[in-house]
């Protein structure tokens, strides 16, 4: 099922299980909804907020989500943009408890995984928690084959996509003040990780080179 697959429900039930009071929820690349609907369902307490890229996809969100009081209407973002440009503006910003990507970073152009970790670091409150999710090459090594398959099909259909290393994501999250907590393995080659928002000021000058040297390379995070 969604939730056992995507091991995003455990990190949420350890951060916010015994809450009774609302936990505020952000998705981005939502998709047909289907993540909002099962998430949601089984946290009650969670107030989510779906965003996708392709217009066409928002009536499938509201569809999978129409019964479900906790979902809030799908908004039309593109990742890529800063949150400034944005169409509309998500209704708590820099408050969001959690923010939830899936299967987004290794199908879309680099520049959506800075936008990401960008934008997220200011949607996100302190402490608040990014759970991403997908395959990752890892020490700049995809394996199994099928991973490695799965990657070269990916190129074939667009250079600009493929799987991302996961140290190059915990470089460029960290400049933004989120670092990488937990990377846990999940059926069919992918893994969740888990990134967590750090106080105001936590980026040090060293995590800023880190950055630099990452934009000066012209560096994807691809092999």
Known sequence: TILSNHGISSGINAEY????????VF????????????FSGHFSCASW?????DPSLLNDIKL???NLKNVKSPLLVDISKNLDDWLYLPQHVGKYD????????HISPIECTYGLFKNMAKL???G?????YGPYAVDGVISPQSNVDFHNSLKSRNPEWGLRDIN?????????????????DMPSNNKTLVFRQLPPGSSSDQIAKRLSYVNNNNLNGQC
């Open 17 to 24: 299980g015994g809450r009774t009071d609302k936990f505020k």
């Open 27 to 38: 998705e981005v690349a939502a998709g047909t909804g289907q993540h909002a609907k099962a």
């Open 49 to 53: 907020e779906p965003s996708e890229y």
């Open 64 to 66: 999978h989500c129409k």
């Open 98 to 105: 959690v923010g939830i990507c899936v299967n987004m970073i």
């Open 124 to 126: 996100l409150a302190t």
């Open 128 to 132: 608040g928690l990014l759970f991403t």
């Open 168 to 184: 190059f994501l915990k470089e460029v999250s960290a400049a933004e003040g989120l670092k990488l907590e937990m990377v846990i």
